[in-house]
């Protein structure tokens, strides 16, 4: 089973940005879609943004024009771009494929808050 590592969150005022990054234990970007998942104090893990192994992106409604996900495979990387953050993104960020591939990570915490 793959694993993923999780990083990159904080605490940022709205309208901040952040980028996150999630490696893995072994190279599986070129060969599964992957997905930015989230989950909010006593809420379910929700899917954020996916991305196919062709390069195609998809988003949720509630940050679609604000989040960008994105991959290096020579990096064994994906990342997360998150501009424009609103109080509503504070969560536990966690990448796993899509449909799930692996053992989940620890997460990266995203706090948005003046």
């Known amino acids: 089973q793959v694993q993923f590592v999780e990083s990159g969150g904080g605490l940022v005022q709205p309208g901040g940005s952040l980028r996150l990054s999630c490696a893995a234990s072994?190279?599986?970007?070129?060969?599964?879609?992957m997905g930015w998942y989230r989950q909010a104090p006593g809420k379910q893990r929700d899917l954020v943004a996916t991305i196919t192994t062709g390069g195609s992106t998809n988003y949720a409604d509630s940050v679609k024009g604000r989040f960008t996900i994105s991959r290096d495979n020579a990096k064994n990387t994906m990342y997360l771009q998150m501009n424009s953050l609103k109080p509503e993104d504070t969560a536990v960020y966690y990448c796993n494929g899509r449909p799930i591939i692996g053992y989940w990570g620890q997460g990266t915490q995203v706090t948005v808050s003046s």
């Open positions: 072994r190279s599986i970007f070129s060969i599964y879609a």
